[in-house]
């Protein structure tokens, strides 16, 4: 057997999300997903470092895009312009990725170590837009509350792209969310 | 010794986080929490599921009063007044708790897996927040911004009251923060 194989990143990732909404999450070893894919454990390994951080491997590059985007954000842009640019940064990270993206969050929500770990990511990832914002001078307390509000715009506008049968706009999500929180904490 | 003890629950929460202070969470056994306050493991568990679950049994009283102040809240209060509601609501539960609450805090601060809880305890506070307003008629996606909003107003105000050094109104600071919210959504 060749040690590259073509897309076995994908493969293992369809392989296992195949055998979590057969079985279970908790049920299945990598063993059986590196089976299911017709890929060695080992190649599993290459790619992932155990089941579970496997369904989070993509929390990486989302903090590495959101960081990068708070960055370069304009001069004149407010504490949470910052943000919404963060978020819009990583939309292309889930193009074409929307039947994966539904897939996967029907195994977190059926399991409850799963979706500890998903609140603890994204803990991580409000952590890092917070330490973005301070690096562009933005003051606590505004820095810990635009990252705050980030989070949760991007959860439910995440939430809502997950469940819609076609495939909507993340971004327009993200900015209607970031809209009904404008009108709801407004008052009008 | 008599089964009723004065002050048990406390002495045994004070000795807790004494040793937890000492030698970090992860070290100490209930055995030693009960000799330190010089009560028995059986008192202990009269009152505590365990050590872990002892720092957060304030929270099902908080669920508690989160429910009622929503279910309570007029008629023309809108969602996000009624997320205020329940906020200050839950002021009083730490009132004379400053102290307890820091020292609290700074265990959970130290020990990623209270950290872990901490998250999904707020989770939970969440969910019971949006089942709630979904009983006074609040439709979706409007509960679930509210109460995601009161769980980011709620955190951002008690980090701020814990770290004060002297007693702040809690209530205050989660008006405060519900201003800057808004001041920083809005952009001017």
Known sequence: MSRWEPNARGRLEQAALELYRER??????????AERAGLTERTFFRYFADKREMLFSGQDRLRELYVRAIAAAPETASPIEM???????????????????????AVIDATPGLQ???????????????????R???????????????????????????????????????????DQLKVMIVGE
Chains 1, 2 share one sequence.
């Open 116 to 134: 500890e770990r998903e609140l603890l990511k994204r803990a991580a990832l409000a952590s890092a837009m917070v330490e973005a914002l301070r």
């Open 24 to 33: 279970g999450f908790d049920q299945i070893t990598v063993t059986e997903i």
């Open 83 to 105: 943000v919404a640019a963060a978020l819009e940064a990583a939309v292309p990270v889930f193009r074409e990725r929307h039947e994966f993206a539904r897939q996967r969050q």
């Open 136 to 178: 562009r001078g933005v003051p606590d307390p505004a820095a810990s509350l635009a990252a705050d509000v980030g989070v949760i715009a991007f959860k439910n506008a995440f939430a809502r792209w997950v469940r819609a049968p076609d495939e909507q706009d993340l971004a327009h999500l993200i900015r209607e969310v970031l």
